[in-house]
């Protein structure tokens, strides 16, 4: 019988939720969605020295923002909780007992001094790295090289100790990943990864299969760089009795710098200019705080979309696709198994995109609090009949701003050297003549603003080119903006009289 697909991400709160960790959430997400099945979030603090105040509900933060909705949290509740690693610490110790039990784990009790001299003295050509394995353990003070008196005797006297795992000495350890095809690895190159600390926490190894089994997890996805660890999870499974109900592993690539080389970090976009956090992420520690794609103004449905396409396509052009589209298009088999390089001006293509499918109602108010952080005050009537001029020229919410400022706030210092080295009296005479006809002028609208001018221009015989640009540095203070009568007709008479006649006083 097919099992329920049961899916999982599982973060540790330890910081800023970096794309990757989104786009392993949605990858996750879609294939429940598509498969009737459940995503899980599970919290995996089991590392107490990372622990940081606040990420935990940062992240959820983080996936309401992205409308990525677990089925199954320590938010949403489930049948299959707790869903904090800290609150299951009692679960995983018989676990770790068994494995001894059965002689594939190990006590160890070397101390930290002990173990940085292995490191020091083990240390030849052949093996620089000197690691706690086959090679090294019965060097070590553990429960393979001691005697059983001896054990006993430091286990009663309260000397702390650690869970290893007993990795084979050579064997070869084969698994199908969905996006990678078989991987084999030789147990013999691997560690003896820590099962259980000294503080009785599991570590993440131990931690992640027993609670992958518990929450029968039918599909254990997650980013490469966990697949060096997959040999470790592999024989637990087989040694704890459950290979049989072991998940379907998916490895996902990684999101690679613009030029490729490395995987990208959050000083790639710091050194750039780009964010590289869902959303801003203020570490307690050490007061450092990060924008994220939420405040530099990106739409979250572009976010998504821009995930996707990170290490994916569905065979076709298309490009710009919703979540819902993405839920009955999305496939395993079409992720890429190479590194997806992360292209900024491509995700504000994306979010451009995204954009201008908006309604003007939605826009209006997804802009408002942007514009809000420069003007409080701004006229909100106003606001409305600007968005739908500006918004094609807007990759970001923020860009609403940069486009749209001249309407609500008079541009100051002017600069007017693109047009006072060709200045002359004609001009100030067309201008001033202008300026007269507009109070004379019935409708105030774009059409009749442009015909006024137009026909000043020829009465004057003065090319309507030239004067043009002259008016846009006017009203708008550059050379930018949307159609300069769209401008001024939203500005209003007594505006624009004012500022023209201010820029010809200094021309
Ligand atoms: N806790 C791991 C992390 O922080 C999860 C890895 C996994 O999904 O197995 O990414």
Known sequence: MEKDVRVRFAPSPTGGLHLGGVRTVL????????????????????DRTRFVEGAEQYIFDCLDWCGLTPDES????????????????????????????????????????????????LKTDKNPNPQYDHNTRMNMRNSLSLSDAEVKQLIESGTPYVIRIKMPDNETISFTDMIRGEISNSSGLVDDKVLLKADGMPTYHLAVVVDDYLMKISHAFRGEE?????????????????????????????????????????????????????????????????????EVGFLPEAFVNILAMLGWNDNTEQEVFSLNELISKFSIDRIHKGGAKFDYEKAKWFNHKHLQEKTETDLYNLVLPFIHTHSPEVDNELLKKVIPLVKERCNLLTDFWDQSHFFFVRPENIDTTPISGKWDDDKTNFFKVWLTKLDELTNWDADSLENLFTDTATELSI???QVMLPLRIMLVGGKYGPNVMDIAALLGKKEVKVRVECILEQL
């Open 226 to 294: 966990w697949l060096p660890s997959a040999p470790v999870h592999i024989l637990l499974w087989k040694y704890l009795g459950w290979e049989n109900e072991m998940p379907q592993w998916g490895h996902f690539p990684l999101i690679l710098k613009p030029d490729g080389n490395g995987k990208l970090s959050k000083r790639d976009g710091q050194r750039l200019g780009f964010p590289v956090f869902a959303m801003k992420w203020a570490d307690p520690g050490t007061g450092e705080a990060l924008d994220g794609f939420k």
């Open 463 to 465: 090319k309507k080119g």
């Open 74 to 121: 320590v938010v949403h509740g489930g049948e299959y909780g707790p869903y904090r690693q800290s609150d299951r610490k009692e679960i995983y110790k018989k676990y770790a007992e068994q494995l001894i039990d059965q002689g594939n784990a190990y006590y160890a009790f070397d101390t930290p001094e002990e173990l940085e001299q292995m490191r020091t003295n």
């Open 27 to 46: 990858y996750n997400y879609l294939f429940a969605k598509q498969n009737n099945g459940k995503f899980i979030v599970r919290i995996e603090d089991t």
